[in-house]
Structures are given as structure tokens and as C-alpha cells.
């Protein structure tokens, strides 16, 4: 094996240039993957808070079908929790997964940890009870995918806080990135909707008008099951080791980035932005 001498003269092995392939290719998925997160947690601060500090809740139902029911107290809230911690997440989860603050500051580190997990099973608990109340636009079939995606996180940010308590940091590390995928279960859903719709030039495979159809159905199981897929392949390569399997997972990494990005400038321009102004 090549080996190199780092500075302080100890000996250990190189960096080949797949595995230099493979961290770029993670690096910039995770790049594009949080700006268009931020871009959507923008989207709805401005769109829900908005109407809120307004007063008008009924603008809500605009975008999120019985969003706001008059006289439903404790659905209501659920809602209005659920939109606030959304975009808490989201703003600040990603920091996360920076090395520099893990290093520098593993103070706030620890403590925005413990918001996120607190942060996961209260949108978990609220995003069930509002399938329970409300229900879903994509029937049930929907509601059978969000409360599995629920549950998920639940499971997710156990497995997480309980590794970091007995100090296995390479599996708390894990199961934190598994949980920020599938905590990002709406968002994906949403990119993955306009990227299909950006592609076909309109809807195939489901009834816009019913909210219908295979499509969604695979979607709907999709948001998250396919990046949990992809990041337990990355584990994979990671753990194999080897040029063939690390190029490969890269270029598997840059084509999901490049559908990621699409995904993103087609929910920002059709969907997030309009809504905004």
C-alpha cells in the first residue's frame, strides 16, 4: 500500500484518487442538497408565517389541503408546530454535519444535537396526528408512507442520541445521517415531484386533478427510501475500499446531485417562488 508521512511524522496510508472522487461527490451533493433546503425553509417562513402574522390562516389551505380548520384547536397547532420546527431543522440541521463545528465548538454541537433530536420526534408526533386528523392529499396510500416516514425518524433519532451516550461516535455519526435524510422526507418528495414534472413536461403517471396515481405511490415510499438506498451504498463503498466500487458510487452520486439540483430549480422556480410573491 502507499503510504505517505503526514506532519507529524507518523505514517499511514494515501488518498487515491477515487476516494478523493468519492468525498467530493458526497461534499457536493450535501452542498446543493442543504441550499435548496435552506431555500425551501425560506419558502415556508414566508408563505405560512407569513399568513399567519397576518392572520390569515386560510391561506394555508391554498397550498396544504385543511391546513387550518376553524374551531380545530389542537389540529391547528399541530400544523403551525410541525411549519415552525420544519424550518428550525432545516436552517440548522445541516450544521451538523460540519467537521469544523464538531472540532471547535462541540459545546453547540451537543446542544443543537439535542434540539434536532427533540426537534425530530415532535414533528414526527405532530406530522402523525395531523395524518390522523387531516389526512393526506394522496389518500391512503399517502397516509400510510408520511406515518412509515414518521416513524422512521422516531426510530432514527433513538438509534442516534442512544449511540452518542455510549460514545460508538462512528455509529451515532451514521444514524444521524440516515436521520437527516429521512427527516427531509417532504422536501425530497417536493423536488422529486417538479423534477418529474421539469422532465415530462407535465404530469404522467398520476392525475393532477385527484392527486392519483403509480407515480405517487412510488414517490410517496421513495422520498425516502431511495436516499436511504443510496447512503447505505456510499456506506458500502466506503467500507469496500476499492477504485472500481468508489468510482462508481461517485458517478452514482453525481448523477443523483444533478437530479437534485434540477429537482430544486424547478420547486423554486414553479412552486416556491411564485407562492412567495
Not at 414517490?219 to 438506498?229: D, H, N, S, T
Not at 461517485?250 to 446531485?257: E, Q, V
Request: aromatic share 14%; no cysteine.
Amino acid at each position: 500500500m502507499i503510504t505517505k508521512t503526514n506532519r507529524i511524522g507518523t505514517v499511514g496510508p494515501e488518498r487515491t484518487w477515487p476516494s478523493r472522487m468519492l468525498n467530493f461527490s458526497a461534499q457536493l451533493w450535501f452542498i446543493v442538497t442543504v441550499l435548496g433546503m435552506w431555500i425551501f425553509a425560506f419558502y415556508v417562513a414566508s408563505f405560512y408565517g407569513g399568513a399567519a402574522i397576518d392572520g390569515d390562516f386560510m391561506k394555508w389551505n391554498r397550498v396544504l389541503p385543511h391546513g387550518y380548520v376553524q374551531g380545530q384547536t389542537m389540529g391547528n397547532l399541530a400544523v403551525a408546530i410541525h411549519l415552525l420546527l420544519a424550518v428550525i431543522v432545516m436552517v440548522g440541521g445541516p450544521i451538523q454535519f460540519v467537521p469544523q463545528l464538531r472540532k471547535y465548538a462541540p459545546a453547540l454541537h451537543r446542544l443543537n444535537g439535542r434540539f434536532y433530536i427533540t426537534a425530530a420526534f415532535i414533528i414526527s408526533l405532530s406530522g402523525v396526528y395531523m395524518v390522523i386528523s387531516k389526512g393526506t392529499i394522496s389518500g391512503l396510500v399517502g397516509d400510510i408512507s408520511v406515518s412509515i416516514n414518521g416513524i422512521l425518524i422516531m426510530l432514527f433519532a433513538y438509534l442516534a442520541i442512544h449511540n452518542a451516550i455510549k460514545r460508538n461516535i462512528k455509529a451515532h455519526q451514521r444514524w444521524a445521517l440516515r436521520l437527516f435524510l429521512v427527516m427531509a422526507g417532504v422536501w425530497f418528495f417536493r423536488i422529486g415531484l417538479m423534477f418529474w414534472l421539469f422532465i415530462n413536461k407535465g404530469p404522467v403517471g398520476f392525475d393532477p386533478e385527484t392527486f392519483r396515481g403509480p407515480f405517487l405511490v412510488f414517490l410517496g415510499f421513495g422520498q425516502y427510501l431511495i436516499p436511504i438506498a443510496i447512503l447505505e451504498l456510499y456506506f458500502l463503498a466506503k467500507k469496500k475500499n476499492t477504485n472500481t466500487t468508489q468510482v462508481l458510487m461517485s458517478l452514482g452520486l453525481l448523477l443523483f446531485t444533478g437530479i437534485t439540483a434540477v429537482g430544486i430549480f424547478a420547486a423554486t422556480m414553479g412552486m416556491w417562488l411564485p407562492r412567495i410573491g
